[in-house]
């Protein structure tokens, strides 16, 4: 049975595919079944004969296979598209690229449409592309949480991605903000690996000529989780040690931030000729520690430098991740954290590694592997919209103090 509208997990993408087409409905089944991120719900027949059904189906996006279209299933599209009036999104596909049918559709407002033969990479991507909601057409502004590691494996990258499922799922399935995880670390970057994606930014192209770097060639250079999270990732280069051009870097996260309404970037520890803008165009800035000695102390001095560097930057928090009530091995507690850090001290994150673990490896959000688990909890709170602003001395959600077009000059 379908599931109500305010059962349905907002982390999931319920795609509902109307096919009469046996080989594109294997294409389908094939491309979903390795994403545990959607709920696929097939129907067999036409448009025309599943109309209700698909109204009815709570459905983050809907594709459309025009197989053998006959002016019925046309009317009944153009009926269903009025109908769902932009949500859930269309797509439609098609066999064969034909003008008339193409006019056709593209006047009904469908929000893409694929020809086959539709390969399971660009059909994932399209789907995840059109349930994107950013605020309007005119240019957003997004709120940038960014993570620098005070010291290696701290976890960084864990805490990035699960930063960026969480605010992806923080709408409701209506609202899913448009949210783009960035990965900087160039030399020894892991979050494509981790969600399993095929990495797809080249830099080496874009740095000749920034000024070519558009719409177009950002969607080009992004990926996309079933989740829906976009994801801005380098193929890693662990031999080579090179920086790129700041404008480069300014200039692709100024635009990303323009299409997005919320940017997670996850750091790397050495600092760059583009760190210091990156920083400063944040909202939220999170120094990411562990609770051992020259963790703590790494923390301080990270904290210390970016305040100098930056004065007018966001205040730099420190979260202390993998943390254990009962530190045995360090002999380590929480007011020995307080003390040394004072108000920058923001969180502490527990140790769970089976969990994390099983997030990661699934490509999903924590809170899906277990509701209610104290990680996500400590994240929600720090990254919330009730954060206060007096507590933090954060800038409240949507204020932007500095615009990285503005760190640039
Ligand atoms: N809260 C946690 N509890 C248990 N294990 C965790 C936690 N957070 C991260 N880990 C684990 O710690 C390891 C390092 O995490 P991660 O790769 O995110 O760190 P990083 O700071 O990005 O590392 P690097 O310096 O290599 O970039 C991973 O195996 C991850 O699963
Ligand atoms: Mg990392």
Request: glycine content about 6%.
């Amino acid at each position: 049975m379908r599931s109500p509208r305010t059962k349905s997990s907002s982390s999931k993408t319920r795609v509902v595919v109307v096919t009469p087409d046996p080989a594109f409905e294997q294409v389908v089944q094939d491309t979903f079944a390795a994403a545990p991120q959607v709920e696929l719900e097939l129907m067999s027949g036409s448009v025309a004969e599943h109309a209700e059904a698909i109204t009815a189906a709570d459905a983050t996006v809907v594709v459309v296979d025009l197989h053998a279209a006959t002016l019925d299933d046309m009317t009944s599209l153009q009926a269903l598209v009025a109908r769902l009036d932009g949500w859930p999104p269309v797509v439609t596909v098609t066999d064969a690229f034909d003008k008339e049918v193409m006019r056709q559709i593209l006047k009904m407002r469908v929000a893409d449409f694929l020809v086959k033969p539709v390969q399971p990479v660009e059909l994932v991507r399209t789907c995840a592309r059109v349930v994107q909601t950013p605020a309007g057409n005119e240019p957003s502004e997004a709120e940038i949480f960014s993570y620098l590691p005070a010291v290696g494996g701290a976890g960084v990258t864990t805490l990035a991605i699960q930063t960026a499922l969480l605010l992806l799922g923080s709408g409701t399935q209506k609202t899913r903000p448009a949210t783009c995880l960035v990965d900087l670390d160039f030399q020894h970057g892991a979050c494509a690996d981790y969600l399993d994606l095929e990495p797809r930014l080249d830099l080496n192209e874009i740095e000749p000529r920034p000024e070519r770097l558009d719409r177009q060639l950002l969607e080009v250079m992004l990926s996309y989780h079933a989740s829906g999270l976009a994801v801005i990732a380098a193929p890693s280069r662990p031999a080579e040690m090179r920086s790129f051009d700041p404008d480069t870097v300014t200039r692709l996260l100024d635009l990303v931030s323009s299409h997005f309404n919320y940017v997670v970037i996850d750091l790397p520890r050495t600092w760059f000729p583009w760190t210091d803008n990156v920083l400063l165009g944040s909202n939220r800035l999170f120094v990411v520690s562990e609770m051992t000695v020259p963790g703590i102390k790494h923390a301080k001095q990270l904290v210390t430098a970016v305040r100098e560097r930056l004065e007018e930057g966001p205040r730099p928090q420190v979260i202390i991740n993998r943390f254990e009530q009962r530190l045995f091995s360090t002999g380590l507690r929480r007011s020995d954290a307080e003390q040394a850090l004072g108000e920058d001290l923001a969180a502490t994150i527990p140790n769970d590694y089976r969990l994390v673990r099983e997030a990661i490896d699934r490509g999903v959000p924590l809170d899906e592997v277990k509701a209610g688990n104290k990680i996500t909890a400590e994240l929600r709170k720090l990254i919330g919209p009730t954060t206060s602003s007096e507590k933090t001395g954060a800038e409240p959600a949507g204020k932007r103090r500095l615009s990285l077009s503005w760190a640039r000059g």
